[in-house]
């Protein structure tokens, strides 16, 4: 069964720093690209970033480029996010996604981030 | 960068009731659109990928069609379970989600 459980969430002041974890399992993580999808409180979805297998490629959100880092450590079987600079609009629930192809076939259960002060 | 937008915003039907939701986007996509469902309070699922394929799991009422800029995803047999809010979501260029549909019984 696959299982993606995120981390890391939690109340942070506007500017300062915030590191999200993905801990995978139930399948071979350095097979698939992994994603980071957020949705604020009432809203809908909005992808944030995407890193390949191997992390050659990696693409961000106009909205969090420069700001956010997506990394992953294949050997530990977790994603990350780095986010910095955060904002009040940065406040949501973040999920990680396995992507396979162009579609997200698992998700997390996700991790709240409110920025506020 | 590609916009995605979702017709109707909110949707009411009854059980039984054949449902259509729609997503138009702002250039040509060439198919490569999915469809998820997110119940209250839960992570989104993929329904439909690639416009019309039909994710392992997915109850067969489920069903997606479209091409160029048009597409839609059809629930042939409105069922109580179905409530939730839909999302169509392009990959050709980019990625965008569409701005959602709430779908609620009548």
């Known amino acids: 069964e696959v299982q993606l459980v995120e981390s890391g969430g939690g109340l942070v002041q506007p500017g300062r720093s915030l590191k999200l974890s993905c801990l995978a399992s139930?399948?071979?993580?350095?097979?698939?690209?992994m994603n980071w999808i957020r949705q604020a409180p009432g809203k809908g979805l909005e992808w944030v970033a995407s890193?390949?297998?191997?992390?050659?490629?990696?693409y961000y959100a106009d909205t969090v480029k420069g700001r956010f880092t997506i990394s992953r450590d294949n050997a530990k079987n977790t994603l990350y996010l780095q986010m910095t600079s955060l904002r009040s609009e940065d406040t949501a629930l973040y999920y990680c996604?396995?992507?396979?192809?162009?579609?997200?076939?698992?998700w997390g259960q996700g991790v709240m981030v409110t920025v506020s002060s | 960068d590609i916009q995605m937008t979702q017709s109707p915003p909110v949707l009411s039907a009854s059980v039984g009731d054949r449902v259509t939701i729609n997503c138009k986007a702002s250039?040509?996509?060439?198919?490569?659109l999915d469809w998820y469902q997110q119940k209250h309070g839960e992570a989104p699922k993929l329904l439909i990928y690639y416009t019309n394929n039909l994710q392992t799991g997915i109850p067969s009422r489920f069903s997606g069609s479209g091409s160029g800029t048009d597409y839609t995803l059809t629930i042939s047999s409105l069922q109580p379970e179905d409530v939730a809010t839909y999302y169509c979501?392009?990959?050709?260029?980019?990625?965008?989600f569409g701005g959602g549909t709430k779908l609620e019984l009548k």
């Open positions: 890193i390949s297998s191997s992390s050659s490629y990696i």
């Open positions: 979501y392009q990959y050709n260029s980019g990625w965008t």
């Open positions: 250039q040509n996509i060439n198919k490569n």
């Open positions: 996604a396995r992507r396979n192809y162009g579609s997200y076939v698992d």
């Open positions: 139930g399948f071979t993580f350095s097979n698939y690209g």
